[in-house]
């Protein structure tokens, strides 16, 4: 059974930074794309970014230029790392393999000052 456990989340203040770590089971990790989704209150969970095997990298326009997603293949880990928050990153936070229905339980991020 696939496992995936988020962690990091927290309160942060407007143009803080936080890293949010994501682990998972090793046997499916090296050979799987893996991502970042969130869904704010009231609102529909959507795609914050990807990181496919080969590290290739996709991001949401609202987070372009800020959030970075990473992984570490050794510690079966995917991270985000979130710079200059901002209100509107405020949600919960996902971390799925891309194209299955394997994601993590969330962990919640809060921006405010």
């Known amino acids: 059974q696939v496992q995936l456990v988020e962690s990091g989340g927290g309160l942060v203040q407007p143009g803080g930074s936080l890293r949010l770590s994501c682990a998972t089971s090793?046997?499916?990790?090296?050979?799987?794309?893996m991502g970042w989704y969130r869904q704010a209150p009231g609102k529909e969970r959507e795609l914050v970014a990807t990181?496919?095997?080969?590290?290739?990298?996709t991001y949401a326009d609202s987070v372009k230029g800020r959030f970075t997603i990473s992984r570490d293949n050794a510690q079966n880990t995917v991270y985000l790392r979130m710079n200059r928050v901002k209100f509107e990153d405020t949600a919960v936070y996902y971390c799925?393999?891309?194209?299955?229905?394997?994601w993590g339980q969330g962990t919640r991020v809060t921006v405010s000052s």
């Open positions: 090793g046997s499916i990790f090296n050979i799987n794309s």
């Open positions: 990181i496919t095997s080969g590290d290739t990298t």
């Open positions: 799925r393999i891309v194209n299955s229905n394997y």
